[in-house]
């Protein structure tokens, strides 16, 4: 009985330590995608979007990200014509 203890606590920490390691390697990997993102737009491209696949606090975040970014850019669009307008 103490032995099929110990191997059910043994197993279950093994389990929880993977599911532990999943979550952080998905959540280390889509930080990253979302850094690369932010790369580009310090490059200068504003035509970059985040994935927003997901709808967790990430997945919130890269939306209001892409929204930030299609406002930004339709701004500068905007000037880039009356600009033209007025030459």
Do not use: K, P, Y
Not at 28 to 39: K, Q
Not at 57 to 63: D, N, T, V, Y
Not at 66 to 86: K, M, P, Y
Request: net charge negative; charged share 20%.
């Amino acid at each position: 009985a103490q032995i099929v203890h110990l191997v059910t606590t043994v197993c279950m920490v093994v389990v929880v330590a993977g599911l532990v390691a999943f979550m952080a390697w998905d959540l280390r990997t889509r930080m990253r995608a979302t850094r690369e993102v932010l790369l580009e737009v310090e490059r200068g491209n504003l035509t970059v979007r985040a994935d927003t696949s997901r709808t967790d606090e990430l997945g919130l975040l890269a939306s209001s990200l892409n929204s930030t970014l299609g406002e930004v850019g339709g701004l500068i669009h905007d000037v880039q014509r009356e600009a033209q307008d007025v030459a």
